[in-house]
């Protein structure tokens, strides 16, 4: 079975906070992703990887960056926490797309991050 | 700009069938999937459509129909624990995925 795990389930943090969310996964993906969830909204994604040291920018990257210096590990960092970024962060990991066909994400539990 | 629809919220019955449909307007489409998201937990796949038609997998069904921009995921003889969200994704020209803001799932006995 396919593992994606994250650093934590439950953060809580202060405003100006660094915050650090830490995800990896087991099967060898070559793309990785970070999203946020919020209620009455869509999955949307923050940035992902194709590789090891690159990155690429989704629909909201603004207040975020990432790294990844292993191919199973993707960190998301929050350089200075704001209350606006309270949400689920979700972790996902894929197959690298070849041809027409879509790879399947496969999720993280989830952090719930609450910014005070 | 890019949309996915789906209803917010469905109520159904324990050993009954529910239709959740998902209609979308993306910049090109590569496929459609969809996913099962329990309360507190990791969205878990559970279809994957790239061309006309239905895909049946044991209680649970998927069309898709590109001419209309619509799917629908089929859950037949309902159990209490298919209560969850059901998210629809639509996978668009750039291969990145579109996704809709879920149904949630409510199961009465």
């Known amino acids: 079975d396919v593992k994606v795990t994250q650093s934590s389930r439950y953060l809580v943090k202060r405003t100006g906070e660094k915050v650090f969310l830490e995800c990896v996964q087991d099967?060898?993906?070559?793309?990785m992703f970070w999203y946020r969830q919020d209620p009455g909204l869509g999955l949307r994604l923050i940035y992902f990887s194709y590789d090891v040291k690159m990155k690429e920018k989704g629909d909201i990257p603004e207040g975020y960056s990432v790294s990844r210096e292993k191919k199973e590990r993707f960190s998301l960092i929050l350089e200075s926490a704001s209350t606006n970024q309270t949400s689920m962060y979700l972790c996902?990991?894929?197959?690298?797309?070849?041809?027409?066909?879509?790879?399947?994400?496969?999720f993280g539990p989830g952090t719930r991050l609450l910014v005070l | 700009g890019q949309n996915i629809d789906q209803p917010t919220e469905m109520t159904a019955t324990e050993g009954a069938i529910v239709q959740i449909n998902c209609t979308y307007q993306?910049?090109?489409?590569?496929?459609l999937f969809w996913y099962q998201q329990h309360a507190g937990e990791a969205p878990t796949f559970l279809s994957y459509n790239v061309l006309d038609g239905l895909e049946e997998k044991g209680r649970f069904s998927s069309f898709l129909s590109r001419s209309k921009g619509y799917s629908y995921l089929l859950l037949k003889e309902l159990q209490m624990k298919d209560s969850a969200s059901y998210l629809c994704?639509?996978?668009?020209?750039?291969?990145?995925?579109?996704w809709g803001a879920g149904t949630k799932l409510i199961i009465k006995p």
């Open positions: 099967m060898d993906h070559e793309n």
């Open positions: 994704a639509v996978v668009d020209s750039n291969y990145q995925l579109i």
């Open positions: 993306t910049s090109g489409f590569n496929g």
């Open positions: 996902a990991s894929s197959f690298r797309t070849s041809g027409s066909w879509t790879e399947t994400q496969y």
